[in-house]
């Protein structure tokens, strides 16, 4: 089993092309904002940079045309085509621009000067730029006066005609350059963003279907918990999904009852159910608790033990308003279990199912799961019910969870749609199986829904840092708002738990 785990997560690290571009589409819809910001970023820093340090640059031009006097055409041309191939030798040697220099008066040319030839043609362009505009003209007037005094040394006595000046220039292309720095700006920060976009595929490959979650695992797939926003409550940090409220999605409920007809096939003749995941955040303790909802519903005896000491979210699903001395006091000998258990009611009546919550948070979990206190605990609890859940702590990073495998009968494995890396998952699940632990299936939480999305649940923002690992987590994010139940659709829950309670399945069950 390890070994075809190992060969299944060597295969999910090859890259196929289609898939990566799949990948790569759905990533950045959802980062879409990170590469927008990016680029406005770093244009806004390029056009911060170029208003701050930009020198003005005045440009003065002149298209002229060279004669040799005495002179014919051809002369003329080959001239013209030598003064702009030796003009960067005669402004070089200082001969022009002593000249020049002398001319404005100053001790060197305040600007550059440079001369290109038409080819063909006897015209030649001579161009000169510098950070005033009367210096640029000044210092193009001074070539043309005496530049082919300086250039007869070398081709001979020529006459320059000026054909085309621009005069005095008045604009230093200040904005246009400032516009092309703010493009250059935009397209790096775009092209940053896109990078991250796609280091971010490489490196942080998830599952988000179930035809993904069967290729690269060898475990049964029980079912998808489809997309569920919850409404946020009024002064209230977490809002939990719990089936025994009327007004809770309907495709939740049916998808729900479904994974539980499944998994009551795969627990024939077993007892002690453990459900886990590879991460925090996945939602494991919310689908810990409505799979026993389920359960009772149809009529079994359920215990649902919180066993997830270091984050128990149990009471808080089942707002339990009283506290209660808990598994850890139990396991500690400060409490006995009967003061611990809670039965479950649902409009005042007993629904078969009782909790028993983890309590106060307790670091040394190796030490008091491991211990003897436990197995007895368990032991007890199987005499009182027909199943027990048992919502255990993470397995890809922790060890809690390896501690009860030898209490259990059966593993549920809980994998968050495109949330956990497949490295983790495949991690979490070989560490189960290492230990010996009986995985029946897994639940994709958080599937695709039915207009096509990906989303999370509402039940809570957690990460690492619950665990002590560091900020890890994933923000839930309100992607949509959910409606208020209607007086048709409260009429077809009560209808569901009637079908539940008379323990049809014909009637309870969606059609497989």
């Not at 699903?317 to 009611?345: A, W």
């Not at 979990?365 to 048992?390: F, G, P, Q």
Request: charged share 20%; hydrophobic share 40%; glycine share 8%.
């Amino acid at each position: 089993m390890n070994e075809k785990i190992a060969n299944k997560s060597a295969e999910s690290e090859k890259i196929d092309v289609i898939s990566f571009v799949n990948d790569f589409f759905h990533r950045l819809k959802r980062m879409w904002i990170l590469v927008v910001v990016l680029t406005v970023v770093v244009a806004a820093l390029f056009y911060y940079r170029t208003t701050v340090s930009y020198s003005p640059t005045y440009v003065a031009e002149a298209t002229v045309s060279v004669e040799i006097v005495n002179g014919g055409t051809y002369a003329n041309k080959n001239t013209a085509e030598q003064m702009g191939l030796i003009f960067p030798y005669i402004l070089t040697s200082g001969a022009l621009s002593d000249v020049i220099a002398e001319d404005l008066g100053t001790n060197s040319v305040p600007g550059t000067i440079t001369v290109s030839s038409i080819k063909g043609t006897n015209l030649l362009t001579i161009t000169v730029s510098s950070w005033d505009a009367q210096y640029a003209y000044d210092i193009l007037q001074s070539v043309l006066n005496n530049y082919p005094e300086v250039a007869q040394f070398v081709v001979g006595q020529t006459e320059l005609t000026v054909i085309d000046e621009s005069g005095v220039p008045t604009d230093s292309g200040r904005q246009s350059v400032i516009r092309g720095s703010i493009k250059r700006g935009a397209a790096i920060g775009f092209a940053l963003g896109i990078l991250l976009v796609v280091l971010n595929v490489v490196s942080f490959r998830t599952i988000r279907s179930e035809s993904e979650l069967r290729a690269l695992l060898n475990i049964p797939c029980l079912g998808t918990l489809p997309f569920y926003q919850k409404k946020q409550r009024r002064n209230s940090a977490r809002t939990e999904i719990n089936i025994l409220n009327d007004g809770e999605n309907s495709d939740y409920v049916e998808a729900m009852r479904l994974i539980r007809t499944r998994l009551e096939r795969q627990m024939e003749g077993k007892q002690v159910l453990m459900v886990t995941s590879s991460i925090s955040g996945e939602g494991k303790s919310t689908v810990a608790a409505n799979l026993a909802i389920a359960m009772a519903r149809k009529g079994k005896r359920v215990v649902l033990v919180d066993c997830d000491l270091r984050n128990p979210t149990v009471s808080q699903i089942f707002e339990l308003k009283d506290k209660y001395p808990g598994l850890v006091s139990i396991l500690r000998g400060k409490s006995k279990l009967e003061e611990s258990l809670v039965p479950v009611t649902d409009h005042g009546n007993p629904i078969g199912l009782t909790l028993l919550p983890g309590g106060e948070r307790e670091p040394r979990l190796v030490e008091i799961l491991s211990s003897e206190n436990m197995k007895n605990v368990i032991d007890t609890l199987r005499s009182m019910a027909d199943v027990v859940i048992l919502d255990t702590p993470p397995s890809a990073m922790l060890v809690d969870a390896m501690m009860l495998v030898r209490h259990v009968d059966a593993v549920t494995y809980v994998i968050m749609s495109d949330f956990a890396r497949r490295r983790y998952i495949f991690e979490g699940v070989e560490e189960l199986t290492t230990a010996g632990a009986p995985i029946v299936g897994c639940i994709l939480n958080g599937g695709r829904t039915r207009g096509g999305r990906y989303g999370y649940y509402g039940y809570g923002k957690y990460g690492y840092g619950k665990y002590g690992y560091g900020s890890y987590g994933y923000s839930s994010k309100s992607y949509t708002s959910e409606k208020k139940a209607s007086s048709a659709k409260k009429a077809a829950a009560k209808a569901r738990k009637e079908a539940d309670q008379s323990g049809n399945p014909e009637q309870a069950e969606v059609g497989e």
